[in-house]
């Protein structure tokens, strides 16, 4: 299994570009979530979904959209990209949202808007 | 949004010492989970915490989930070069919240 893969693993975008990060998992997990990592502020969460079809916002959604057209898909869309997107960005999926044994995450997408 | 406060932000130790840190929370959680970060790649499950003053081991990694359930302990014992990282906690409610990470340096 290759559990969460996350493509680009490194990007550079210009002010105002779009792009999509991508997110894939090979669990049949139902749950997936995007999370952003900036430094001294741990892991915040953008966007999560609890199955096809459904997707909710988390603590820092502006600037990002998501769909969830599949089980295993679960893209990240940067409509305009801006400086301030500039993370480090992490997938990651569990069998159920509540269940209480943690999230498989995958090694990240280092994102630099200039 | 809802962050846990984690301490020390940064610690830097011999090899052999034995690490302590902490999270707390202005809220209530019914589960805690400790994640470590190694540098490049994304956090990997430690140990997961399910009953209010529940210690549980992990070979030289022990955690335990405080009785107010507001907080939680990490303890590594005899540290190695291979324990440096980033040591996250998070609580689960209906989603999982993170800290805001205990970097470690282990010096030889």
């Known amino acids: 299994n290759a559990g969460v893969t996350q493509t680009p693993k490194f990007q550079v975008l210009k002010t105002g570009q779009s792009m999509t990060l991508q997110c894939a998992q090979d669990m049949n997990h139902e749950y997936m979530s995007w999370y952003r990592q900036d430094p001294g502020m741990g892991l915040r969460l953008i966007h999560y979904?609890?199955?096809?079809?459904?997707?909710d916002q988390g603590e820092v959604p502006n600037g990002y959209n998501v769909s969830r057209s599949t089980t295993e898909d679960f893209p990240l869309r940067l409509l305009s990209a801006a400086p301030s997107q500039t993370s480090v960005y992490f997938c990651?999926?569990?069998?159920?949202?509540?269940?209480?044994?943690?999230?498989?995450f995958g090694s990240g997408t280092r994102l630099t808007v200039v | 949004g809802q962050q846990l406060n984690q301490s020390p932000q940064s610690m830097f130790i011999q090899e052999g010492e034995d690490v302590s840190m902490n999270c707390t929370s202005s809220s209530i959680f019914n589960t805690w989970l400790w994640y470590k970060q190694d540098p490049g790649e994304g956090p990997v499950l430690l140990i997961a915490?399910?009953?209010?003053?529940e210690l549980t081991s992990n070979g030289r990694l022990t955690a335990q989930f405080g009785i107010t359930r507001k907080d939680s302990f990490l303890n590594i014992s005899a540290s190695i070069p291979s324990d440096v990282g980033i040591y996250f906690c998070a609580g689960l409610e209906s989603k999982l919240i993170f800290g805001t990470g205990t970097r470690l340096q282990v010096f030889p």
């Open positions: 990651a999926s569990s069998r159920e949202a509540q269940l209480n044994y943690g999230y498989t």
């Open positions: 915490l399910y009953k209010a003053g």
């Open positions: 979904s609890v199955g096809a079809g459904i997707t």
